[in-house]
């Protein structure tokens, strides 16, 4: 199955709907795309959960080494790690209670998709949230 997104009005939907983005990958480096478009999408106002078990916090909010380790609801996993990682996230993300498993431009797995599709999960993939963002307020 070729990997196909939500149109644009369907992520526009998503983006107005959502409150909490647990960012896998994020990094505590303000010159890194991951803090950068992170920091833009909590200045939108979304709630921003670091999960990286490599940092203590970004963002001025404490890090969780898992997405096993988020607290409560999640409404999109926003993924900044390399495509060969997504298989095993999408595995991670189907064990938790998350509504959207989003990978940024440039990552992409057909693998992981078609798991995530079989579970009845939406998917973005290959699209940059910030950039979704601008274009669909």
């Known amino acids: 199955m070729a990997i196909e997104n939500p149109s644009r009005e369907q992520i526009g939907k998503i983006l107005k709907k959502a409150k909490r983005i647990a960012v896998v990958g994020l990094s505590d480096d303000p010159y890194r795309t ?8 909590q200045r939108a106002g979304y709630e921003i959960i670091p999960v990286n078990p490599t940092i203590k916090e970004a ?14 609801h999640i409404d999109i996993v926003n993924i900044f790690r390399r495509s060969e990682y997504l298989p095993d996230l999408a595995k991670a993300f189907d064990r938790i209670d998350a509504d959207v498993f989003w990978a940024q431009q440039g990552v992409y797995s057909d693998e992981a998709y078609n798991f995530l599709k079989q579970q009845g999960h939406t998917v973005i993939m290959d699209r940059c949230i910030k950039v979704e963002h601008a274009i669909t307020r």
């Not at 991951?34 to 999408?41: D, I, R």
């Not at 963002?59 to 409560?72: H, R, T, Y």
């Open 34 to 41: 991951s803090y950068m478009v992170s920091e833009a999408m």
């Open 59 to 72: 963002l001025g909010v404490k890090a969780v080494g898992s997405l096993q380790e988020v607290e409560g």
